[in-house]
């Protein structure tokens, strides 16, 4: 899968992917896009969208064809969402497009 961690997550949670291509929205010089526009731009280059943004749901994935995966922990740091990282991983390996996750809430 192709997996794009949004700006609020640390890239150090890509490690936790492996046999995954996994960018961050910093890497691919996509921090200015607003949720929207940011999932539109991902459409046809991801497959999975990976974020710590509880309202990224009212953004319809479903309809944009990628898959997106919330982590609500208590905060974006890496040692909060490290503990979601097993769920994270399978979440991801089982994701299909146009469906909207929870990891860990």
Do not use: Q
């Not at 700006?7 to 890509?14: K, L, T, Y």
Request: hydrophobic residues 45%; proline residues 6%.
């Amino acid at each position: 899968m192709r997996v794009l961690l949004d700006e609020c997550v640390p890239g150090r949670v890509a490690r936790h992917l492996p046999g995954h291509a996994v960018w961050t929205v910093r890497g691919m010089g996509w921090m200015s896009f607003k949720n929207g526009a940011l999932l539109r731009r991902a459409v046809g280059e991801f497959d999975v969208f990976v974020t710590v943004d509880r309202g990224i749901h009212v953004d319809h994935p479903r309809l944009l064809g990628i898959a997106v995966v919330t982590m609500p922990a208590t905060s974006n740091r890496y040692r909060d969402l490290a503990p979601l990282a097993d769920e994270l991983a399978r979440t991801v390996d089982a994701a299909e497009p146009g469906r909207h996750y929870f990891v860990g809430g």
